[in-house]
């Protein structure tokens, strides 16, 4: 006899950045290449779709943006959030689509949702106080974050080629630790009870 | 002979939610009725039209309602922010926007541009932690925030009127309290050459 | 047959505040007191014996106080960390203990330590802030924090008696919420192997 | 005729470490050397005498060294804060001095301060953590914070000496300009009567 090969795990992964050539979005395509082979992550790409939040606009029903993205969270096991820091915190275009999702919070895909966060930046903080700012919204909507590794990307150009890939084989691996790490938070997450199987 | 009226203050009035009844636009509506004669505040009502930040988009030039948000700015002598706290953090939408205007760093109208912050939750936090990352936000922005008094208007709903409006005397009194202090804010700043005349 | 009873647990409680009538020392005691019977909330007493943290003084080994922590820290299954905010902040005595607790790295007690946090203030905030910065330097030490309840007391003038003790029972249910939260977090997270049985 | 030289000032220069050789302690003594002539950084030294922090004690007087550490702040026309990063905060020995320092909340001598804040880590990050957590802590003291430039000395073992003592030439200049920013922004809140003269 032998182990019967684990349950496919499915990640959503959000890029934080609209632009094409984004860092930040190299760095999820890593993660995506580096996931093993029964975890498969998906690329949102509906970021740019999302209208602002109104909750006026909410009373009437969700748009049909907000909709699928609440459907694709609902329908994945975790998310990996990989996103650039402005303005010493979360994009606002990120931050509206967490809004949008988060309500309302009883019935939020976001509650009990296993989490995790990387991010790059050119410079040498890595996206440090944008990954605080993300753990500190995630904690409201009650979502479980991975605790480790972080996973901050300092001086990102010398790890990315010019096509926006992630060359620099100590910073793959690194991504590679998160992406393990976050299969083994959700299998224990659930084997614990503490979110629903 | 008698002092000449003091020069004339436009504020530039910003709430941070798009909603209707929003009781920050009715906090902000207190500020505009309270504010001194010599003082005008305008609220910006073009929050919705700001398109979701892009570097590419960016790169082709300031959309029409960001190059107004823009002008607007610059042509004010102060912010004044007024907003709800989503999710322990700053509103996607107002971030947006804020992130449009901070670009590029070295010509931002943000920069030592003095700004008021206040908000208002029907809970009991009274936007504390939007304010907080607000502040982290503009520090980034090297923009003034004014420091004292705090307004972080608790359980909102017993000081607000159906149709939005406030009420409650002491919290109509902090208000007119922030918006002389701002003036100080800007004329002090001003007579220090901390901020060009 | 019948179910044997859960295993004991021991919780290691550390009031932020060294003030005799500490409403957070009162808040503490509502919570041994609340406990379920096979739960044991010890209080730690120690805090005021913490020398400042100093890394040639921790060179020669750490002072007895600071040994002593360690191992009460190591012998519990869970910590209830429940402090006032000071100046927005963790108060820095409190910090202090978690600074010399924190080192090294590799080997602190802190380390997949599941933790939870309450505070009591007597104004609007109820520790927000302060909790706030616990969880950010609690994710450095790799620690588990408890998601929720959130248990931030407003007002507690309104909620103690003179004695300092809970009298309010809508925070009672709270704080026993919490508690039995924190037990499910611990059996949780070893059930699914997240930390060491 | 020719201008008067300026009123000296005096800046009391606070390092957050307690720890002989110290980066941190090195970064003030290099701030100190690079001062102009006409502004004299004093290294405050009493760090480890202040007690922890507690109410009964404080409501039977301030101890000795808090009365100290309090003059000197009053006689201070700046501080300067120099602090290492512990456990993505404010190490807690320099947060109970400052705990102490803003008591009675009316009467602080923290109440107005101007402040200027650096850090050097021997990472990547430069104690970016810290020094948020100090605005926010400064905030609630009403004090004035310098918001240009930023001081985050990274990888901070390239940048010094054996003996600790920063070789850098950029990381000098820097902190020159932080020196240089910290006089005009004392001056400028003096001459706007933001702050009494």
Redesign the interface.
Same mark, same amino acid.
């Given at each position: 006899m032998h182990d019967s090969p684990p349950e496919p795990l499915r990640v959503l992964g959000i890029a934080g950045?609209? *632009? *094409?050539?984004?860092l930040n979005r190299g760095l999820l395509r890593a993660a995506i290449e580096l996931a093993p082979d029964h975890m498969v992550i998906t690329p949102y790409e509906g970021?740019?779709a999302?209208p602002?939040?109104?909750?006026?606009?909410e009373a009437e029903g969700d748009p049909d943006p907000v909709a699928d993205l609440k459907a694709r969270i609902r329908g994945a096991d975790a998310l990996l959030i990989v996103s650039p820091e402005?303005?010493?915190?979360?994009?606002?275009?990120?931050?509206?689509?967490?809004?949008w999702v988060?309500r309302p919070p009883r019935t939020s895909p976001l509650s009990h949702k296993p989490i995790a966060i990387m991010g790059a930046s050119t410079g040498?903080?890595?996206t440090? *106080?944008c990954q605080?700012?993300l *753990?500190?919204?995630f904690?409201?909507?009650?979502?479980?974050v991975l605790?480790?590794p972080d996973v901050?990307v300092?001086r990102a150009a010398e790890r990315f080629d010019d096509e926006g890939n992630l060359r620099d084989e100590a910073t793959r691996e690194h991504v590679a630790r998160l992406v393990e790490s976050l299969e083994?938070?959700v299998?224990?997450?659930?084997?614990?009870?503490?979110i629903p199987d």
């Open positions: 950045s609209l *632009r *094409r050539g984004s970021l740019r999302i602002p939040y109104d909750g006026d606009v402005y303005n010493y915190g979360i994009p606002g275009v990120l931050k509206n689509a967490i809004d988060s040498n903080f890595g440090a *106080r605080l700012a *753990r500190q919204t904690h409201f909507t009650k979502s479980y605790i480790e901050l300092v083994r938070w299998r224990g997450l659930r084997a614990g009870a503490i």
